[in-house]
């Protein structure tokens, strides 16, 4: 499976699912997480660049 851009997510949703809450599932441990928001990385992040924006859940 390879990584989407949020323009790519964004452009594949419909109306009605544009208003959905966030959710993500973890096919490995067959688990759904519905508390998502979105956090924008620092510099104390040693992985991506600051300002990344980032789904946690």
């Not at 949703?13 to 599932?25: A, K, R």
């Not at 997480?33 to 992040?45: E, Q, S």
Request: glycine share 8%.
């Amino acid at each position: 499976m390879s990584g989407i851009t949020y323009r790519q997510l964004f452009e594949s949703l419909t109306p009605e699912q544009m208003d959905q809450n966030i959710s993500i599932y973890d096919v490995g441990m067959d688990e759904h997480y519905g508390d998502v928001g979105l956090v924008t990385t620092t510099d104390a992040c040693d992985v991506l660049d600051p300002g990344h924006a980032v789904l946690r859940f």
